[in-house]
């Protein structure tokens, strides 16, 4: 239905960088806890150590105030996202995927320099995740970004065993990461994080 007869003026034109993508036969567009998955396929098979910081440079920038990162994004987006924007796929537990999928990269790459790039990211998000552990110990589920792995829809709110799982292995990943990078107090207190969810965890829900 587009009428290119007047010339291109009136549209506007983008070109994204690499990135890992869910397949031709979806929807083609990253899916940040899909890259954990495939991080090492590309390493292993394709030696494509390209694609995967491009996409996680992708998702540090759709990264919402409140240190959120969604879940999914359009490549060719050129706006920031605002507060209480939480994206295509509102998830705390995809938003905590970032943390391993870069811990892994550094493992097989010691790129550290892409690490200090986007440190701050990060950070930004296990505080951000942070704010959701209630005295217990337990990461409380809220209802705004309650989409779960497999029902896709606004509602898995609570304390579950294998969200907490995931905000605890974040928060263990962000210490190797502040490790790796020197950042001394924060891989103190990241792994303190990940060890007050991991015992509530045994505690609680086990």
């Not at 905590?96 to 892994?104: E, N, Q, S």
């Not at 296990?126 to 589920?141: H, I, M, P, S, T």
């Amino acid at each position: 239905s587009d009428d290119f007869s007047q010339g291109l003026d009136a549209y506007d034109f983008t070109r994204s960088a690499p990135f890992v993508s869910d397949g031709a036969k979806r929807d083609r567009l990253p899916w940040i806890g899909d890259l954990d998955w495939a991080g090492r396929n590309i390493y292993y098979a394709f030696k494509d150590f390209v694609a995967m910081p491009e996409s996680l440079r992708m998702f540090a920038f759709h990264q919402n105030p409140e240190g959120y990162i969604w879940g999914t994004c359009y490549p060719e987006n050129a706006q920031k996202p605002q507060i209480s924007e939480y994206g295509y796929y509102e998830s705390d537990i995809f938003s905590a995927w970032i943390v391993p999928t870069l811990a892994d990269y550094l493992l097989f790459t010691d790129d550290k320099a892409f690490c200090k790039e986007i440190y701050k990211n990060i950070k930004d998000d296990v505080d951000y995740l942070w704010r959701f552990v209630e005295a217990d110990g337990l990461f409380n589920q809220r209802y705004a970004t309650s989409k779960g792995l497999w029902d896709h829809t606004l509602n898995d709110m609570g304390k579950f065993t294998y969200n907490n799982l995931i905000i605890s292995e974040a928060f263990s990943e962000a210490s190797y990461i502040a490790g790796q990078l020197g950042e001394l107090d924060d891989e103190k207190e990241f792994l303190n994080r990940k060890n007050t969810v991991r015992n509530a965890i045994k505690k609680y829900l086990v």
